[in-house]
């Protein structure tokens, strides 16, 4: 049995945090104590009338059902989850919306809907694997979950690490040829697989997620393109921020969902990454911008840490403005 499985339990934590005998399947997931909406472009409210937003949370391989609330970014929600389920914060890879699969299209992001119910995958098996790089390009996608863990989202078929039949969908990529990559953005690790030598052998130190006896099936290559996944239901959603308070804005609208679903696919197919917050605040960053160059200025300011090609760039502003015609664009 995987270490984890059995766990001391902190009465005193769970008769504050844990609903007693709470099935899944008919709750709401994030309940409102204050309803107040702030739009997307306004600042946020002082704290004292900031809405106050309860949600219901579990651990993937079973638990109890918790509630946690008071996290205006990723890495403060896991330290609450990790307070309510008696973990450390760094026992949790990553966390998913409505559903306790590693689904990687139900990733938590930037943004978690009002009514959403938060599943969180932690640590389960270590393992090492020798990959020999026959191909320039190793056929995986990266994501991280915001909090210093860059891990596997798609794996593509045929490719090179298709064929390592240990690696899977959800895996955290913990070392690289012995070097210790905790604490690294996904875009940063995506170079350095990229920048693997060719026809060589290199190692890989993975963490997999713990899976509940019902999740035990043949690993997945990532979850296919999904046309209805809108995390963002019901009243609104919670857009969690790296910097200042979490705030709440309404359910993202048509454009916002086109515009951001296009430019994460640009990010996948340029740098190898999926992150549909930072998808997210590139629309944001874009949607009044008059000319690239105009937009380009504004990434750099915004987003400065990341040095994006220019092409790219030139792509993004391409996609926004069509995501605002209803144009529809086709990637090779």
Excluded at 237 to 266: I, N, Q, Y
Aim: glycine share 10%; proline share 5%.
């Amino acid at each position: 049995m995987p270490l984890g499985l059995r766990r001391k339990k902190n009465k005193s934590r769970e008769s504050s945090n844990l609903v007693e005998n709470e099935e899944v399947g008919g709750h709401t997931g994030g309940r409102s104590v204050k309803s107040t909406v702030n739009g997307a472009g306004l600042p946020p409210p002082p704290a004292n009338l900031r809405p106050k937003l309860e949600f219901h949370t579990q651990l993937a391989h079973g638990s109890p059902t918790g509630r946690i609330e008071g996290f205006n970014n990723v890495k403060e929600l896991y330290g609450k989850i990790a307070e309510t389920f008696n973990l450390s914060q760094p026992e949790i890879l990553f966390c998913t919306l409505n559903t306790h699969k590693i689904d990687m299209e139900k990733l938590l992001g930037g943004q978690i809907g009002l009514e959403d119910f938060i599943f969180a995958h932690i640590k389960a098996i270590k393992k090492e694997v020798e990959v020999f790089k026959s191909e320039d390009a190793l056929g995986l996608t990266i994501t991280d979950n915001g909090a210093g863990y860059a891990f596997i989202k798609r794996i593509k078929e045929g490719s090179v690490v298709d064929k390592v039949k240990v690696i899977s969908v959800g895996d955290h990529i913990e070392c690289i040829n012995g070097k210790n990559i905790v604490g690294s953005r996904h875009y940063e690790v995506a170079r350095m697989l990229k920048e693997l030598p060719k026809d060589q052998k290199f190692t890989l130190k993975l963490v997999e997620p713990m899976k509940a006896f019902e999740m035990l099936e043949p690993r997945s290559k990532g979850a296919k393109e999904a046309s209805d996944n809108k995390m963002g239901t019901g009243r609104g959603t919670l857009r969690l921020r790296s910097r200042g308070p979490a705030t709440v804005e309404e359910v993202p609208t048509e454009f916002e969902e086109r515009a951001v679903k296009k430019v994460d696919d640009l990010l996948e197919t340029y740098m190898g990454i999926r992150d549909t917050e930072l998808a997210a605040t590139m629309v944001e960053v874009g949607r009044d911008k008059k000319n690239p160059d105009e937009f380009a200025m504004a990434l750099d300011e915004a987003l400065g840490d990341f040095a994006f090609p220019d092409e790219f760039v030139f792509d993004v502003w391409g996609a926004i403005g069509d995501a605002k015609q209803g144009h529809v664009l086709t990637f090779p």
